[in-house]
Structures are given as C-alpha cells and as structure tokens.
C-alpha cells in the first residue's frame, strides 16, 4: 500500500504504520531505563568552593539515600555527571534524588522526575531547584489535579482516535494546530490530519498508552505539557509497535482545553 503523505503526519502513527511492516514489541527493549544526571558546579568552584567529589542520592534502586553514585567531570568544564539504569515495571520511572559535595547536602528540597528510556535531564544546577523539580510540586493538590485532567483528556482524545468518533477527536484540537514528527516533518492543517485518521486509523489502528507514563507541567498563563510514552497495535497485521515517546501542548483558553502543538518521536 502506498503511504498517503498526510497519512505520516497522523498522531503517533509512522511507529505502526499501515504502510510499512511494524515489528512485534520486544519487551527486552524496555527493560532498562538509561538516565543521565547533571549538576553544574562552576558557579561554587569560580566562587572558590573546592569541589572533591560530587555525588548522586536517591530513590529508587540502584540510587540509595545512604551511599553516593559517583559523578565525573570529563570535559573539566564543572558539569558532573552519571549515568544510572533503572528497571522499572512501565517504560516509565518515578525517581527523586539530590546531590551531595563531599560531605555536604544540597539545602534545597529534594528533585523528582518521571523519566522514559533515554532520557537526559537538563543541567540542574547546585541548590537551585525549580518548582516543576520538586517533590513538595509532584505531589501537590494542585499538580495531582492538573494531572488528573490532562490524563482525562488524553483518555478522551484516543478513544475518539481508536472509535473512529471524528467529531470529538477534531473538536480537541486547536485551528492553529502544529504537529512535528521526526520522520514526517511539519502538518499545519488540522483538517487534513482529520482526514487522514478517517482514511487511514479507522477500524485499522489502535493506541495504547504505557501505563504511568504520563508526565505533565503546568504552563503558566497558558496550559500543560504532557510527556509520555506509548505504541500501536495494527489491526490489519495483527502487529504492533514498540513504545515510542509524544509531547502534546494543551492550551486553557476560553473554558476549553486544546491541542495547540504535537511533537512525535519514533
């Protein structure tokens, strides 16, 4: 079958694609989830502070809250780092940490984060620890809820993509809608992209979310960001996909919660 250009566009779909031979999920793939932390000592080692050793604690295993991983600065520019692999039960991680100078804690509150396979967090920096980073934010009211809802939408938005129910799934995007892919390229036209799961996903593919793999951040004075993972199971194959990881922008605007940006890596 020959693949409609729009159709490598579509949510998601070049990970299963209707016009290439998907390969079976192997579950070997998504044993181990590979983080690489960062801390940015410069700013105390120009300050005078002599800086030995830099080392990571945390949670979970093989982190530990009593013994450091030890971190390098290869490149002699003041950014520690190590890498650490986790086996979680989801391609996903809940892992909280801080970093520890010689002998000396970092004062601020501890860092949490939900990482995927792959993942390299931003340079954090000693002592600075950003709302979204901390654990006191992860497990607030306030996030618990805006979690909540955008879960709920996402729940809302590929149901209406594997039920084939047009109607709901265009009315969750904006008009304005940009969709990125890393094999597709760039589709503006939200009508064409419609067009294209009715053409081409309808009563053929199915998505399905990696359980707690959801991450969301607020957007201040805007919406949310979601981070997660997911595959797709091809109905006319009888395949599926490995994961893949999404981003998806939600827009809060006039009562209304949208889809403004999509970015899709294979």
């Known amino acids: 079958m020959t693949a409609n250009p729009w159709f490598l566009l579509v949510l998601m779909l070049p990970v299963c694609g209707i016009s290439q031979t998907a390969k079976p999920a192997d579950s070997s793939l998504i044993k181990l989830v590979t983080v690489q932390f960062r801390v940015d000592m ?27 991983i030890m971190m390098t600065d290869a490149n002699k520019d003041g950014i520690f780092e190590a890498k ?27 860092r949490a984060a939900r990482l995927i396979k792959g993942s390299v967090l931003p ?24 979690t909540a809802t955008i879960s709920l939408l996402d729940s809302l938005l590929f149901n209406s993509y594997n ?6 799934y265009a009315d969750l995007f904006s008009e ?16 064409d992209m419609v067009n294209a799961v009715k053409n081409n996903i309808c009563n053929k593919v199915r998505r399905e979310l990696a359980p707690g793999s959801i991450e969301v951040s607020p957007i201040p004075g805007f919406g949310a960001i979601a981070l997660g993972s997911h595959r797709f199971h091809n109905l006319v194959e009888k395949s599926t996909s490995r994961y893949a990881k999404f981003v998806i922008i939600w827009q809060y605007k006039d009562a209304r919660w949208r889809v403004t940006r999509v970015i899709s890596l294979h």
């Not at 986790?86 to 004062?107: A, H, M």
């Not at 340079?123 to 306030?142: A, C, G, H, M, T």
Request: with cysteine; aromatic share 8%; charged share 30%.
């Open 163 to 168: 039920e084939c129910k047009l109607d709901v």
């Open 123 to 146: 340079v954090d920096k000693w002592n600075v620890v950003e709302l979204n980073q901390r654990e006191s934010f992860q497990d607030s009211i306030e996030h618990r809820e805006l």
């Open 42 to 68: 410069s700013g105390p080692i120009k300050a005078g502070k002599v800086v030995r050793t830099v080392g990571l604690r945390g949670g979970p295993a093989p982190l530990a809250w009593n013994k450091s």
């Open 84 to 110: 650490v692999s986790f086996e979680p039960n989801d391609p996903s991680v809940r892992v909280n940490y801080k970093y520890l100078v010689d002998t000396l804690w970092e004062d601020a509150p501890n």
């Open 176 to 191: 304005d809608l940009e969709f990125y892919h890393d094999r597709g390229g760039l589709s503006t036209s939200k009508s």
